[in-house]
């Protein structure tokens, strides 16, 4: 099983600011996420085809 990660982790991967995966989640346009409790936690396979879609989209 991959390791979890936050979305500090996941803000530095995609370039983004905290702030703006916060909003991507409340907008549902953030890679799939898991809520543990008050965390919000990424699967690092989703994030990566979360960059693979964004990149197929330009």
Same mark, same amino acid.
């Given at each position: 099983m991959q390791n979890l990660i936050?979305?500090?982790?996941?803000?530095?991967i @995609?370039? *983004?600011?905290?702030?703006?995966?916060?909003l991507w989640i409340s907008q549902g346009k953030a890679?799939?996420? @898991?809520? *543990?409790?008050?965390l919000v936690k990424f699967i690092p396979s989703d994030v990566e085809e979360f960059i693979q879609k964004l990149s197929e989209g330009i």
């Open positions: 936050n979305k500090k982790q996941v803000a530095e @995609l370039g *983004v600011s905290v702030k703006t995966v916060d890679p799939k996420h @898991l809520r *543990v409790g008050r």
